[in-house]
């Protein structure tokens, strides 16, 4: 009979769990995948157009669902936004964001080498047959 005495306890334990900050729609872990979702207008943010990013930021639509980036020739260029100067997505030199997981990074990205750091750039797994 002592379950039946703690099962209240358990059931608001797990409701809590479900609100905790950082997951769902507020830029954290979404519920059945494990990127990140970024919607910041920062470095490394999905974007539509430039508008979408905060100045001087500019959005790289050829990357997956947009890139907010800036143009770069040094890493410390970039340091500032937790970011790395990489050549990447047929945009020359651009900040990508840093990252130790592809968890870290948003949805089509994997955490891959960008020369002296990992960096998110495009899964290359995401589109190919396998």
Known sequence: MRTARFAPLLVLLVAACD???GVGGDGGLTPGSYHMEDN???IGSACSDS???NLPIICVKTAPNG?????????SDCAAAGASCV???SSGFICVKNCQSDQM???GYAC????SSMVCLKD???GADL
């Open 19 to 21: 609100h905790w900050p």
């Open 40 to 42: 910041s207008g920062n």
């Open 51 to 53: 508008k979408s990013c």
């Open 67 to 75: 890139l907010c980036t800036k143009a770069c020739t040094t890493d």
């Open 87 to 89: 050549n990447a997505f």
């Open 105 to 107: 990074c948003r949805e």
């Open 112 to 115: 891959l080498s960008g020369g």
């Open 124 to 126: 290359p797994l995401v």
